[in-house]
């Protein structure tokens, strides 16, 4: 059965690092995209950062751009998200997401696969 399984959350200080990853289990299909989104409480969920499985084109979230970068393995089956700079808003439940066909990576009713998501606590 196609699995997501995200590691890494944890809690640091202001502007410091984390680095998450997220294991696809054979047989997920994300031939097109995986990327993460995150989800605060009292928010929706909302992208963070894409990959395109085939290409390795990326794409950002406006609020994490320029501290956070997204990138797989060789093997395309695991993804990370490099989070530096990390601010209090950042502070959420990140989970890591896949996509079988063409379509917007960006917007979660889309998504086909969703891991159970890890938490990402900031600190001031």
């Known amino acids: 059965q196609p699995q997501l399984v995200e590691s890494g959350g944890g809690s640091v200080q202001d502007g410091g690092s984390l680095r998450l990853s997220c294991a696809a289990s054979?047989?997920?299909?994300?031939?097109?995209?995986m990327g993460w989104f995150r989800q605060a409480p009292g928010k929706e969920r909302e992208r963070v950062a894409t990959?395109?499985?085939?290409?390795?084109?990326?794409g950002y979230a406006n609020s994490v751009k320029g501290r956070f970068t997204i990138s797989q393995d060789e093997a395309r089956d695991t993804v990370y998200l490099q989070m530096n700079t990390l601010k209090v808003e950042d502070n959420a439940m990140y989970y890591c997401?896949?996509?079988?066909?063409?379509?917007?990576?960006?917007?979660?009713?889309?998504?086909?696969?969703w891991g159970k998501g890890t938490l990402v606590t900031i600190s001031s």
């Open positions: 997401a896949g996509k079988r066909r063409p379509g917007n990576c960006s917007d979660p009713a889309a998504i086909d696969y």
């Open positions: 054979p047989g997920t299909d994300k031939r097109w995209c």
């Open positions: 990959i395109y499985t085939i290409t390795g084109n990326t």
